[in-house]
């Protein structure tokens, strides 16, 4: 089973940008489709981007297309996201996972998730 490990989140200011990692180890880290979802205190996990396994497809929220930039490298067993023109709105704690799907209502994850990383953009 794939350990991921987030890293990257911090305090910013509106407008700003951050980039956060996710490190997979003990698993077939490029056979699955990988994604980053997000939990805001007091609301549900929700999906933000996921990204097939050979990066060749991307996915994106409706709240961060054309602010954020889903990315991997197999051969470091790393996916990011590239957050810019960050929003108050998008403080949460946000979560990596693995062979994550679509089932047409909505994005899960049947793999592995990580422990997750504080994100505050202030305004």
């Known amino acids: 089973q794939v350990h991921l490990v987030e890293s990257g989140g911090g305090l910013v200011q509106a407008g700003g940008s951050l980039r956060l990692s996710c490190a997979a180890s003990?698993?077939?880290?490029?056979?699955?489709?990988m994604g980053w979802f997000r939990q805001a205190p007091g609301k549900e996990r929700e999906f933000v981007a996921a990204?097939?396994?050979?990066?060749?497809?991307?996915y994106y929220a409706d709240s961060v297309k054309g602010r954020f930039t889903i990315s991997r490298d197999n051969a470091k067993n790393t996916m990011y996201l590239q957050m810019s023109s960050l929003k108050p709105e998008d403080t949460a704690v946000y979560f990596c996972?693995?062979?994550?799907?679509?089932?047409?209502?909505?994005?899960?994850?049947?793999?592995?998730w990580g422990q997750g990383t504080q994100v505050t953009v202030s305004s």
């Open positions: 996972a693995d062979d994550v799907n679509n089932s047409g209502s909505g994005w899960y994850a049947i793999g592995s």
């Open positions: 003990g698993g077939s880290f490029s056979d699955y489709q």
């Open positions: 990204i097939s396994w050979n990066g060749g497809r991307t």
